[in-house]
């Protein structure tokens, strides 16, 4: 029995290896090492697992069919499958649309055709986003709400998985659980992501750009809370009644919707520097506000996010300047 890991290397995927192989399990790890940021932190992050009791590599683009196919004949023994690869970020998906599609739908088909060919399939879980719900006015954000409306391809591309998802597990019977992430964020994050950028431009003295005129709140979410619904969430497959789809949908984020500006503040206040704000108007693609309904999340699956920003940034400005040697 074993669980393979996509984007093993990645923000999210390294700190569910990291939880996994903690709890005595077997994991095996597959990453493609993209540059879509700096290849150099992927790497650091997965030196850090090589070498550990129960983890395996595999260097693999899941888009590419006869990789995948002898990555099943390889790995005969795969019994769970988190899939975290993917093409992230709303604004590059503007600049890079094929990439998109390449990764996150052709990618994500190969995911499903390797689910539906194993011998034994206890669970598959996938990531999708908080940004399916497109401007979605009402709030918090609830999975029974209308997700019809993407304003990015990004956006798309994950409401495309749900919708594939959704196909394989009735037509299959694969039990499956789509997760939409709110902006994560912690130590060995994304180089992309909001915290990262404002932390590296601070404490080198450079501006940083607010959009929307700093009129933005986030559902800002913690590494470890975000690992700990996955793992509750893996754990705790759909059952196949016969009579209802094996599959389902939940929201996995801190249930807090805080001030951009807040969460700017107490990067300076754990820098110990001021920021040089640059605001801008919203990009397009963007929303001005991210809030997640974690009812069903936390009924299913026990899950209560235990890490407020206050915590939370301070523990990744420490990491930030330990790894970078600011």
Not at 95 to 102: H, L
Not at 145 to 151: F, G, N
Not at 252 to 271: M, P
Request: net charge neutral; glycine share 8%.
């Amino acid at each position: 029995m074993a669980t393979l890991v996509t984007g093993a290397a990645g923000f999210i995927g390294y700190h569910l290896c990291e939880r996994l192989l903690a709890r005595g399990e077997r994991v095996i790890g597959l990453d493609v090492m993209s540059d879509y940021y700096d290849v150099a932190l992927k790497q650091a992050r997965l030196d850090r697992l090589t070498g550990q009791a129960g983890f395996s590599f595999v260097k693999l683009d899941i888009a590419d069919r006869p990789a995948m196919a002898a990555l099943a004949r390889a790995h005969p023994g795969i019994t769970r499958i988190v899939n975290l690869a993917a093409q992230a970020g709303v604004r590059y998906s503007i600049e890079q649309p094929r990439a998109y599609v390449d990764a996150n739908i052709v990618g994500f088909l190969e995911i499903l055709e390797l689910a539906r060919g194993l011998k034994r399939l206890d669970h598959l879980v996938y990531a999708s986003s908080s940004s399916v719900y497109g401007g979605n006015a009402k709030l918090p954000f609830a999975i029974e709400d209308p997700v019809d409306a993407p304003l990015s391809l990004y956006a798309a591309t994950k409401k495309a998985n749900e919708l594939m998802g959704h196909s394989y597990s009735h037509l299959f019977r694969l039990p499956a659980t789509g997760l939409r992430f709110f902006t994560v964020y912690g130590p060995w994050g994304r180089p992309d992501m909001s915290a990262f950028i404002f932390a590296k431009a601070i404490l080198a003295g450079r501006p940083i750009p607010v959009f929307n005129n700093g009129a933005m709140k986030r559902d800002f979410t913690y590494i470890d809370d975000i690992v700990s619904g996955v793992a509750a969430c893996l754990d705790r497959p759909p059952i196949d009644d016969g009579r209802t789809v094996p599959h389902r949908i939940y929201n996995i984020g801190n249930h807090r919707s805080e001030d951009l500006l807040r969460f700017i503040r107490l990067i300076e206040q754990a820098c110990g520097r001021e920021a040089i704000i640059e605001f801008k108007p919203m990009q397009a693609g963007d929303v001005p506000e991210t809030f997640a309904d974690i009812e069903a999340t936390t009924r299913d699956f026990d899950f209560v996010p235990a890490t407020s920003i206050d915590e939370g940034i301070p523990r990744f400005i420490d990491w930030y300047r330990d790894y970078y040697k600011v």
